[in-house]
Structures are given as structure tokens and as C-alpha cells.
């Protein structure tokens, strides 16, 4: 009798963890049984080898919302952590399924005709497509898990896929690194130095899709130039961001069309509104399986900045040399420069010590917000001002823009329906982490 682990709002987590005591010694294998032991009311044994999963009647709990449950799942990730650190080997991943009734009913009637690659779960390892989503169930008595194309989920059993955590070896993706660039007041270089940041590319109809982690911290919003930019702090939580604006390439992959002005596979889309950038937001992640959106408007300003407090992520100006605006019009000290009239491709320009290209200049880019008049009353947890009318906001300067609307601080709106050729935007994707 197949006992399926799906059920409404359930949620998978498992980790192989082969007898501790040949992986720990001393205080440490001590340590870790008293992090499993505070833990075994919100896990259950799976097997000999032990193999937790989360205890099924926590994560049913009807009285306890969503959120509530992921934070559940999370605590138990957290005590499953050192586990995979000793062993070397990755947590698989963690779900929750939502209104999963056709695929209980799939599941009962033939797991092996709905799900691919089923095996034992003592020889289970993370599947090598990252697109696959790990389901969890028993057959005859024996642990299995099997796996199944995120974005089939929808299709086949109505279900709606939601990633709480990505494998712990890959949460933050791979290391690249690339040189970034300080000036002076005058605009000269006065520094370079290497950084290294770590991405996820993500494929889509044969075009790549970067997204940077961007750790989470507290940081001065704002500065004291205008009274609609005065200073507050804000904390942001970790997030993705995509390392550059959305190009035409990554946008024709999604949408299937294509209304920039200044024509080009890897410039940044323009002419779209807010309303269109949402809307790519939430055909990519219906495509990925990923939570896509715009960021918060603090998000935003807390990636260019990468730890800086000057007005831009350069130092105390910009040049031509370097930001895609009308070098006609410097800021401070900056010497004047070259005015392209147009957009450019993403990445020609240095980025900052997070590793995001066109921070400054090239498209204004959408946030999340909508626009209020100072920061009165903002939240304080970087996530999105929604309250107000229909301007939304824009950040960042664009080609025909002077210099002093790229700074990091710098507000600017839009009402969310116009399309205009200077106005692209770039992604955010949810990191649930531990």
C-alpha cells in the first residue's frame, strides 16, 4: 500500500547523514547529536541510515500558516546543516506542494509512471537537472523518492511549486570574479582591485539568465542632497538580483516579442512598463519554478551601493568612461564626456563589489514601489512600499539622463503603464536560506 509524504501544504526536506559517529569526533559529534536531539519532535527516522524527513503531522498543522511552516522546515535545515557539512554531500532539496490533490491521486495510482529517476532514498543523490523537483513516498515499506519537472507541476496536478531552499553546496551558486574600479572627485582612477561574487544561471529557451546573491545587511538608505532622499537605515534580507538589466535576448526567450527602440540581443529591453515588467516576472517564474518579482526600491539601492556611501559605487563621481549618461552633464568635480544618444550592451562597464553590471546609467530600472514624496513611513525591512497611487519607481539614470540622476540615492517615477525608451528594469529572486 503506497503511503504517499504530499499532502495539502506538505513539505519535503531530507538529508543523508550515515552514522555519525564515523564523521565526528569528540565535541563536535557531541555537539551535533544535542543539535539533532532538540530537534527529533519536528523530524522523523526514515530508515537505518538514518534519514530525516520533516514529521508530517508538523507540517499538516492547519492552525499554522505558510510562513509558520517554512520557518519550521528552516529550523530543521538548520540542525541537518552540519550533517551535510561532515559528509561533504548536498541536502537535497526542500519543497512545499500546494493543492496537490491530483497528484496524491496520481501518485497512489502509479509513482512509477508519474515520476523519472525513482530510486531508494539510502542511494538517493540530488538529481543532476536542477530543474527536477524531489518527491518523497513510501512503497511496500521502502523509502523512495523520485523526481518530476518543476514546471510540469502545474500542467499534470494543479499544483504550485515553491522552492523554501536551494542545496546548501549550491544556495549561493559559483564564484566569478571581476575588477572594480574607485575614483577620485575628478573623475580619476584612483584604485582597482579584484572581487569575487557568486551567481546561478538559469536557461531559458536557450538563453542564460544570471542572478547575483546579494548578501543580506544594514545599510544608510538615502543621503542628504534632496529632502525626498533623507537618510534612514534598512535592513535586506539576502536576495538574487540579476547580475545585469533584462537584456532583449532574455526578454524575447520569455515574452516572444520585442519593442525596444534601440535594437539588440544583449542592450537592455526598454519601452515597457511597469505592468510588462511584472508580467515577465511572473512568466519566468512560472517557467523556472523560481519566485521572480521586481526588487523593493530599498533592495535596489542597497545592491548598487555594495557596501559604499558615496554618491555612486565608483566613488564621488562618474565619467563618461564608465556610465552610459549625458557626459554633458558631470556631477561635482567629474569632467565632462561622451553622450551616445542610445543605449549600450549590458557588462561594458565596470561593476560593483557585488558584481552587478549598469547599476548606474544605460535604463532607468523599475522597483517594486510606488512612489511617495520622502521616506516617511517606509518599512524599514526592505520590502516593498506599496501604498499610493500609480507612479512606481525608478532608479538608476539612463543614457539621455545627467549624471546626477545615476547616483546611488537618486528617485525618479513613472506612471506603471507608460513605455518609454529610456525605462528597462532587472529581476529579484526570493533566497529562502536558514
Not at 143 to 148: A, D, E, F, S, V
Not at 356 to 384: F, I, R
Request: proline share 6%; glycine share 8%.
Amino acid at each position: 500500500m503506497l503511503e504517499t509524504f504530499l499532502n495539502l501544504g506538505s513539505g519535503i526536506n531530507t538529508a543523508l547523514y550515515k552514522n555519525v559517529s564515523g564523521f565526528f569526533k569528540g565535541d563536535e559529534k557531541a555537539l551535533c547529536l544535542e543539535q539533532m536531539n532538540q530537534h527529533l519532535g519536528k523530524v522523523e527516522r526514515l530508515s537505518d541510515n538514518i534519514l530525516y524527513a520533516p514529521n508530517m503531522e508538523l507540517v499538516l498543522d492547519v492552525t499554522k500558516t505558510r510562513q509558520q511552516k517554512i520557518e519550521d522546515l528552516r529550523e530543521i535545515r538548520a540542525c541537518l546543516e552540519p550533517v551535510q557539512r561532515a559528509l561533504g554531500d548536498e541536502i537535497l532539496s526542500s519543497a512545499m506542494i500546494l493543492t496537490p490533490e491530483k497528484m496524491r491521486k496520481a501518485m497512489v495510482a502509479n509513482p512509477w509512471e508519474v515520476l523519472e529517476n525513482i530510486c531508494p532514498l539510502n542511494r538517493a543523490r540530488p538529481d543532476p537537472n536542477i530543474n527536477r523537483v524531489p518527491i518523497l513516498f513510501e512503497d511496500s515499506g521502502v523509502p523512495y523518492i523520485g523526481w518530476q519537472l518543476r514546471w510540469t507541476l502545474p500542467i499534470l496536478f494543479d499544483c504550485q511549486f515553491n522552492e523554501l531552499w536551494t542545496p546548501f553546496s549550491s544556495r549561493t551558486g559559483e564564484a566569478f570574479e571581476f575588477e572594480m574600479l574607485t575614483v577620485n572627485a575628478k573623475g580619476e582612477i584612483t584604485q582597482r582591485c579584484q572581487h569575487k561574487a557568486t551567481q546561478e544561471t538559469k536557461w531559458i529557451n536557450g538563453v542564460s539568465l544570471e542572478r547575483v546573491y546579494i548578501p543580506g545587511g544594514t545599510f544608510q538608505m538615502g543621503s542628504s542632497e534632496y529632502s525626498h532622499e533623507k537618510p534612514h537605515q534598512v535592513t535586506i534580507k539576502p536576495f538574487y538580483l540579476g547580475k545585469y538589466p533584462v537584456t532583449q535576448a532574455q526578454w524575447q526567450a520569455v515574452m516572444g516579442k520585442n519593442h525596444s527602440y534601440f535594437k539588440g540581443e544583449k542592450r537592455p529591453v526598454e519601452n515597457v512598463s511597469w505592468n510588462d515588467a511584472v508580467e515577465y516576472c511572473q512568466t519566468l517564474s512560472l517557467l523556472t519554478g523560481d519566485t521572480y518579482r521586481l526588487p523593493s526600491e530599498a533592495e535596489w539601492e542597497y545592491a548598487c551601493r555594495a557596501g559604499t556611501t558615496t554618491p555612486f559605487y565608483f566613488g564621488e563621481t562618474i565619467t563618461s568612461d564608465l556610465v552610459n549618461y549625458d557626459g554633458n552633464y558631470p556631477y561635482g568635480l567629474g569632467p565632462k564626456g561622451r553622450y551616445r544618444e542610445e543605449t549600450t550592451e549590458v557588462g561594458q562597464f565596470p561593476p560593483n563589489a557585488f558584481g552587478l553590471y549598469d547599476m548606474h546609467g544605460n535604463v532607468y530600472e523599475w522597483c517594486a514601489d510606488t512612489y511617495h514624496e520622502n521616506y516617511q513611513g517606509a518599512p524599514t525591512d526592505g520590502s516593498v512600499w506599496e501604498k499610493g497611487g500609480k507612479e512606481r519607481v525608478l532608479r538608476g539614470g539612463g543614457w539621455s539622463f545627467v549624471a546626477d540622476n545615476c547616483r546611488s540615492s537618486y528617485r525618479y517615477w513613472f506612471d506603471q503603464g507608460g513605455r518609454y525608451g529610456i525605462v528597462g528594469f532587472r529581476v529579484a529572486c526570493e533566497l529562502f536560506l536558514p
